[in-house]
Every structure is written in structure tokens, then in C-alpha cells.
């Protein structure tokens, strides 16, 4: 016989927990699976000097808005685990740690089959709430690289010293990616950084933080309905910036000036020696632009306001790449690791029912799917862009467990309706 609850909720994350906080709140019993453990992802698949990039201001977890002293500041990789344990313990949810969800499937009876290392459960609704981060991915071009080489991704990173001694090439340029090359630069290791298309963002512009401003103009309540890329938007890029010693712009042609060697994409690699795109100058002129565009709108958005904010003068670029390197001898560089930033693919083999587009991904609208009973929560401009954050994921809850309440009133009305029609009858 399995066990059967309401609503079984599928990991313990911030978008779990926040789940399992709105439907105690509004008494609807559940259940939480989670694989690992609370902060797992924070804990394990990040490295020691990583800090979030967004204030903590912007932590505003259903029930639970940052606790600590520092609203301004940025919190560290086991700050942010111990925010996650204490939300939990501010609640209690009911949750299964290091438990392993095989598969989930519907039943004959319209169910939710859940099957877990530790059993098979049934569920009236089941919501996902694991994110889009499943499998690192390496690109299949690190077969080329030399036996020699160290390779790690992103993710498996901890800091310079747990690395062979010569120098690092990384590749990729999204957040990770600039923030362990800044990581490696300032504890002096030589770095080579392949620049992508990744977009960066100011950090202090005109006497406050980029995402106060952004706060105020309303972008963090812009829906992805409303987004100009609409749906292309879950796709895209976060822009690089970091929140490392109080917060500050990422400015790769700085760190060029200070000795990192800069390079377009990584196009080959035969024989130890790496061929590169020849796209730096137009890769990094398009970061610039993007963090331009921050700002005049920033600048728009101050005149109309009529906000008295002290003016600054635009950005200058302080390097550029004359004749960048199109080939590099790995030997000759000394590079004895390479650290893949090429970021994640989802992994939904498990879920056996029909809410997937032709792409494999969930279907949803603000995160409920056209299958009765079977939501996700968690997953990036789910909503808004704070969906796969601690910013937004509070609204994406309640409106799911929203959802979900008034699914259990009319469940329990119409029960009570063939109870009465039953006794009325005898």
C-alpha cells in the first residue's frame, strides 16, 4: 500500500520550502522529497569565496525577509545555507531528506505515483520544485584537450589552492565564469578567460546599487509575458557582476590591464594547441553596450522621476584587444587546468506525464501545467526574473498554493456533496 498525501512537493530548496511554508499556512497537508539536504546546492556546488550578487535586501522568502544586520551587503556561500536551515526550522516542514525520486507518473485513478528510494507514495497534486540545474555540461571538445590536463566544471570548483600549480584557462563568461577568473586573479594565479556573449551589469551607478534602481523602476515585477523576448527570455545569460568585498562591477578589460589574458570563444583544439574565435573586441563592446543601456535607462528613469542623484561620467574603456591570440600552445602557456563554465542542461527523465514542449521542457503558465494537479516552481523567469530566486520565488508560491487551496475547497465541497446525497438517499 503507498502512502498518500494532498500535495507531495519535490525538493527541499528555497522553492520547496517556500511551497511547504504557504500550504501550512493555509493548513493543506504535504510532504517534501529532498535528495540531499537543506542548502545542498549552496553547500556543495559552489565555491568557498562565492557570495550572491543580488543584495540581501532581495531575500524575501515567504514568512522569512533576511534576518540579519547587513540588508546591503551580499551574503556568503554558508550565510546563505544558514538563512536556508533557519527558514526551516522557522516552520518545520514536513520534509524526507536524502531521499532519491525515480520516477513520477499518473495512476489510473488520476493520482500522482511518486516512487522513492524509500517507497512508493501517491499524491492528489505534486509540484516540482528542483530547479534547471541538473547536469553539469561539458562541452565534447575537452576530449581533445591532452590526459594531462585537469579538467573540472564550474561547479566543481572550490578556490586556487585546491589546483594544480600553472596556469587556468577558463572558459566561459557568465556569472561563474567572471567571478572564479576574478576568483584565480587576485590570489595572483596566471589566468586565460574565454570571452563569450555574456552581458554585464553595473554594479553602483549614481549613488546607489543597479538593482535598487531596477527595484524602483519596476523591473523585478516585469512578467515574462511582458518581457520584449517573452519565452526566449528563460534562456538567456545572467549578466556578470559580483557582490565579493561589498559589491562591485566586473570589468574584464581591467583585469587584462593586471595581466589576464583574454580570448574569443574556444573554436578548437588539436594537438595540445587551442584555436580561438576571433570575436574579443565585438564580445566585450557588446557587454559594455548592455551595461550602457542599464544605465540610460537608469538615467531616464531619475529625470522623469525628477530624483536629485549625483551624475556620473560614461564609462570609458580602459583596454582593448590589438591583435588578440587566435592560437595558444597549451604547453607553452603553462596551462595545467581548464575550468568549463558552460553551465547546465535540465534532466526531467524522470517525470513520466504529459507537460513537456517540443523541446523537453515544462509547459506552464506561472507555473501550473495543462495536467490537473502538477505544477513547477523554481525555475528561471518561471514569472518574473526573481522565479529562480530569492526575490520572486514568494510570489510564484503563493500563487501556486493559491491555486491549489481553492482546487482542495472545491474537492472537499464536492465530497461533501455525495456524503449528503448518500445519507439524504438512505
Known amino acids: 500500500m503507498s502512502d498518500r ?28 522529497f529532498e535528495k540531499h539536504s537543506i542548502g545542498h546546492e549552496w553547500r556543495s556546488r559552489r565555491w568557498d569565496s562565492f557570495c550572491l550578487v543580488t543584495p540581501n535586501w532581495q531575500c524575501q522568502l515567504p514568512g522569512y525577509p533576511y534576518p540579519g544586520n547587513d540588508s546591503d551587503g551580499f551574503m556568503a556561500k554558508d550565510e546563505i ?7 526551516a526550522a522557522s516552520f518545520n516542514p514536513p520534509i524526507k531528506e536524502g531521499v532519491t525520486v525515480n520516477k ?23 509540484v516540482i520544485a528542483v530547479s534547471g540545474y541538473h547536469t553539469p555540461k561539458i562541452p565534447r571538445l575537452a576530449e581533445r584537450l591532452p ?11 572550490k578556490n586556487p589552492e585546491s589546483l594544480a600549480a600553472g596556469s587556468v584557462l577558463v572558459v566561459g563568461t557568465g556569472q561563474s565564469g567572471c567571478q572564479i577568473a576574478e576568483d584565480l586573479h587576485l590570489a595572483g594565479r596566471q589566468v586565460h578567460l574565454c570571452v563569450g556573449g555574456a552581458p554585464r551589469s553595473p554594479r553602483l551607478y549614481r549613488g546607489k546599487d543597479a538593482v535598487e534602481w ?13 518581457h520584449p523576448k517573452k519565452e526566449t ?11 565579493r568585498d561589498g559589491g562591485r562591477e566586473i570589468d574584464l578589460r581591467k583585469f587584462a590591464l593586471q595581466g589576464m589574458k583574454l580570448h574569443g570563444r574556444l573554436r578548437s583544439i588539436n594537438d595540445g594547441k587551442l584555436e580561438f574565435q576571433d570575436d574579443l573586441r565585438q564580445n566585450l563592446d557588446r557587454a559594455d553596450a548592455v551595461a550602457a543601456n542599464i544605465k540610460q535607462n537608469i538615467d531616464r528613469y531619475i529625470e522623469q522621476a525628477q530624483i536629485d542623484a549625483p551624475s556620473e561620467p560614461p564609462y570609458l574603456p580602459v583596454w582593448q584587444p590589438e ?13 595545467q587546468t581548464v575550468i568549463w563554465s558552460t553551465g547546465f542542461q535540465t534532466d526531467f527523465s524522470w517525470i513520466d506525464l504529459p507537460v513537456f514542449n517540443g523541446s523537453g521542457y515544462p509547459h506552464y503558465d506561472r507555473g501550473i501545467t495543462n495536467l490537473p494537479g ?37 474537492a472537499t465541497a464536492s465530497n461533501w456533496s455525495i456524503v449528503n446525497e448518500y445519507l439524504l438517499g438512505s
Open 81 to 87: 545555507v544558514t538563512y536556508l536551515e533557519g527558514y
Open 233 to 243: 527570455a528563460r534562456s538567456n545569460t545572467n549578466h556578470y557582476l559580483t557582490g
Open 5 to 32: 498525501y494532498p500535495v507531495i512537493i519535490i525538493g527541499g530548496g528555497q522553492a520547496g520550502l517556500s511551497v511547504s511554508y504557504c500550504l501550512k499556512q493555509r493548513g493543506i497537508d504535504h510532504i517534501i
Open 147 to 157: 590526459a594531462s590536463i585537469h579538467q573540472l566544471h564550474s561547479s566543481a570548483y
Open 323 to 335: 591583435n588578440p591570440e587566435l592560437n595558444l600552445d597549451l604547453a607553452a602557456a603553462n596551462i
Open 214 to 226: 531596477l527595484d524602483r523602476m519596476g523591473y523585478y515585477d516585469l512578467s515574462i509575458d511582458e
Open 104 to 126: 513520477v507518473s499518473q495512476t489510473e485513478t488520476g493520482l500522482f505515483g511518486v516512487s522513492t528510494s524509500i517507497g512508493e507514495y501517491t499524491g492528489d497534486r505534486v
Open 374 to 410: 502538477c505544477y513547477f516552481i523554481g525555475l528561471p523567469w518561471l514569472y518574473t526574473w526573481g522565479s529562480g530566486r530569492f526575490s520572486g520565488v514568494a510570489r510564484d508560491a503563493n500563487y501556486i498554493v493559491e491555486h491549489i487551496a481553492i482546487k482542495e475547497k472545491v
